[in-house]
């Protein structure tokens, strides 16, 4: 059974700071990551991919990956009370097998 | 923007009767999956589906569901015979291809009662 683990939080975090959020998974043939966001009653929203090891910055977003370690992270910052929501780790083997994989999400809150 | 659209928004059905959930994905996209979320829950894989058939399936997706694709742009989940267990929002999500992004619909979300 491939999983994918996150903290479900909440994660509460002042405005302007900097939010991290942390994955982890299972199957060591994952080749493919992304962050999703969640508003509550919403459908997943991408904000990132990363598909090597290091990291990948787009605008405050920086996303992490380490498959030594099966771990990615999602750092947002200058946090506004808007990315409040559920942040989704999603994982995806590149052999054939083109399923997703979510973890059950953080919780992201705010505080202004 | 492209994006993947699903109707409806909302559905409520009986107990026991069929429902079609419809999606229209991406139009270069070759890939197409259907999750479904319970309330307060993870989303959770139903289906894949690429060069019309079925590449992968959950223990989820069981007699009771099946997919199409009848004609070149649509994409639809059917449930047979609903059960309560089955209120959920369903998602559709499309992707070009190997190592590119899953996109997804706004969600049906149905309600059986």
């Known amino acids: 059974q491939k999983e994918v683990e996150q903290n479900s939080g909440p994660l509460s975090v002042p405005e302007g700071a900097i939010a991290s959020l942390n994955c982890t998974y299972s199957?060591?043939?994952?080749?493919?990551f992304f962050w999703y966001r969640q508003y509550s009653g919403k459908s997943p929203e991408l904000i990132m991919s990363i598909y090597s090891n290091g990291d990948k910055e787009d605008g405050r977003f920086t996303a992490q990956l380490n498959k030594a370690s099966q771990y990615v992270s999602l750092l947002i910052r200058d946090s506004q009370p808007s990315d409040s929501a559920t942040y989704l780790c999603?994982?995806?083997?590149?052999?054939?097998?083109?399923?997703?994989?979510f973890g059950t999400g953080t919780r992201l809150t705010i505080i202004p | 923007e492209p994006e993947v659209t699903q109707t409806p928004s909302h559905q409520v059905t009986q107990m026991g009767q069929e429902v079609i959930l419809r999606c229209v994905p991406i139009?270069?996209?070759?890939?197409f999956y259907w999750y479904r979320q319970i309330l307060g829950q993870k989303v959770e894989f139903l289906v894949s589906?690429?060069?019309?058939?079925?590449?992968?399936k959950s223990e989820i997706f069981d007699d009771q569901f099946s997919v199409e694709r009848p004609d070149g742009s649509n994409f639809t989940l059917k449930i047979r015979s609903t059960k309560l267990e089955d209120s959920a929002m369903y998602f559709c999500?499309?992707?070009?291809?190997?190592?590119?992004?899953?996109?997804f619909g706004q969600g049906t979300r149905l309600t059986v009662v």
């Open positions: 199957d060591r043939g994952s080749q493919s």
């Open positions: 999500a499309s992707f070009r291809g190997m190592n590119t992004e899953a996109f």
């Open positions: 999603a994982v995806k083997e590149n052999f054939g097998n083109e399923k997703l994989t």
């Open positions: 589906f690429y060069n019309n058939e079925i590449s992968e």
């Open positions: 139009s270069n996209h070759l890939y």
